[in-house]
């Protein structure tokens, strides 16, 4: 009697998935962008919306819940129901470095359903016009000579742009004081504005006032030049061989979001990154493509575990207080 109700049970779940899938989507879709609007998340994840919404014919909108490093915004998708209409944006600071740092209440890897790799970009190292570098080896020699550390901004503890920091430290041996920012936007304003002095930022987002020459940029955290930057030299034609970091970002659903779903948000989200207008706006903004091999969902999910393999151990090492 049991087993008969269980795998009628069985078979009820997997007809309503079934159903819930065939109507997908009904409504508007949310895609959470856990930083504040104006940075390189919010900008990569508008420039998918307004793609993807051609695709599955529903408004896509983009909602920035931010804080905490961005472990809030992913949060609320984690404890989102399991239809496909929450989407969380995130990257390697939001869905590997958080999970080092903070005591989350919800597992990263279990928690979430991988949907899309979507593209990188490398790290740039920027500074306040005010900093008397004028290259990364003077920028690294001033940092040293400084009696106070310099303020580096950030987007929160476990961010994308605080691990670069942390990487920064530990590859120069400098001690920098973070200041947490919702997002590297607000971050930016404050560094233009001669706030802070440094940041270690995604390529995407300084690039344009590193252009206007409203900021310096010293190097790009990759082994070639950025064809989008192509007179900023890379760290290792700096003098910081081997400081190597790509900011990768990538689509989740809350655990249990029918497969069949997970495959209709895959299916519009690889279109996105396969239109030529999207690829064009994404190439200004420095941002490489995912390699097409890595674009299902298991993909995704395979990558997330190796960076947690690759990252947590420098990150726990630096034993990161959260004030
Ligand atoms: C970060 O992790 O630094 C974020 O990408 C910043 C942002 O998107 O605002």
Not at 53 to 66: A, F, M, Q, S, Y
Not at 141 to 152: D, F, I, V
Not at 296 to 314: F, H, N, R, S, Y
């Amino acid at each position: 009697m049991r087993k008969t109700v269980l795998l009628a049970l069985g078979a009820l779940l997997a007809f309503c998935g079934s159903a819930l899938a065939d109507n997908f989507p009904s409504r508007p879709i949310t895609i959470v962008v856990p930083f504040a609007a104006g940075g390189p998340s919010d900008a990569m994840a508008r420039i998918l919306a307004e793609r993807m919404k051609l695709t599955l014919g529903r408004t896509v909108l983009v909602e920035n819940i931010t804080g905490a490093g961005g472990s809030i915004g992913v949060g609320r998708v984690v404890h989102a129901a399991p239809d496909g209409y929450t989407i969380s944006f995130g990257h390697l600071g939001t869905h590997v470095a958080n999970g080092a740092i903070y005591k989350l209440d919800y597992d990263l890897v279990t928690d979430l359903e991988p949907v899309v790799l979507l593209p990188s970009n490398p790290m740039i190292i920027v500074s306040s016009k005010a900093v008397p570098a004028k290259t990364l080896k003077e920028l690294i020699a001033w940092l040293k000579a400084r009696p106070e550390p310099a303020a580096a901004g950030t987007a929160g503890a476990g961010s994308g742009s605080h691990i670069a920091g942390l990487y920064f430290e530990k590859a120069t041996g400098i001690k920098l004081q973070f200041v947490p920012y919702r997002g590297t936007a607000p971050a930016l304003n404050d560094l233009m504005a001669g706030q802070i002095d440094l940041i270690v930022d995604q390529l995407s987002n300084s690039i344009n006032q590193v252009r206007a020459g409203t900021i310096r940029g010293y190097a790009v955290t990759d082994d070639k030049r950025a064809a989008s930057a192509p007179d900023i030299p890379t760290t290792d034609e700096a003098g910081l061989s081997g400081f190597h970091m790509t900011l990768w970002s990538g689509l989740w659903v809350p655990k249990g979001t029918p497969k069949e779903v997970v495959a209709k948000l895959n299916a519009a989200a690889v279109e996105a990154l396969n239109d030529p207008q999207v690829q064009q706006r994404f190439a200004s903004l420095g941002l490489q493509m995912p390699p097409a091999d890595k674009l299902t969902p298991q993909a995704l999910g395979d990558w997330q575990k190796a960076e947690i393999v690759k990252w947590w151990p420098m990150i726990k090492a630096a034993h990161v207080t959260l004030d």
